[in-house]
């Protein structure tokens, strides 16, 4: 069960984040550095959907990325990657909703989609294992 949770947190984290990433580039207006790379790699036409990318897919794809991090920590009782892992979609959603209103949003999602794209990139080199069997880790939790 453990290797099972583990492969797909680990395939969902970076299809999340990627998803994220596309996301944010179909939007030129709300984030132009990130659309400007995506209308130079050929993603330009995904401007028409600008509404359902800012909307519904980038908190959507936040959401996967923010629960299937906090998934993982079951998967290998690593709480400091799990944190970090959760950390870019949490500034990513934040900024997204209660900073939207405020002029440095846009910078702290970069930040949150950044974070996203380093954890995944990250999680595909060097995976997470499992630090301590079911015995060590349950004797842990009762301390």
């Not at 600008?50 to 908190?59: C, D, K, R, S, V």
């Not at 990139?121 to 349950?138: F, G, I, K, M, T």
């Amino acid at each position: 069960m453990a290797i099972f949770l583990s492969q797909l947190t680990r395939i969902g984290k970076s299809t999340g984040a990627l998803g994220a990433l596309i996301s944010a580039m179909g939007c030129a207006m709300c984030f132009p550095a990130i659309a400007s790379l995506g209308a130079a790699i050929g993603l330009g036409f995904l401007a028409q959907w600008e509404g359902l990318f800012i909307n519904t897919l980038l908190p959507a794809f936040a959401w996967l990325v923010l629960l299937l991090n906090a998934l993982g920590w079951f998967a290998h009782r690593q709480w400091r990657r799990s944190v970090l892992g959760m950390l870019g979609p949490t500034i990513l959603l934040l900024s997204l909703y209660p900073w939207f209103k405020y002029g440095w949003s846009s910078y702290a999602t970069y930040i949150g989609i950044g974070l996203m794209l380093a954890v995944s990139v990250w999680d595909l080199r060097s995976p997470a294992n499992r630090r301590c069997d079911d015995v060590q880790c349950a004797a842990g939790a009762e301390r």
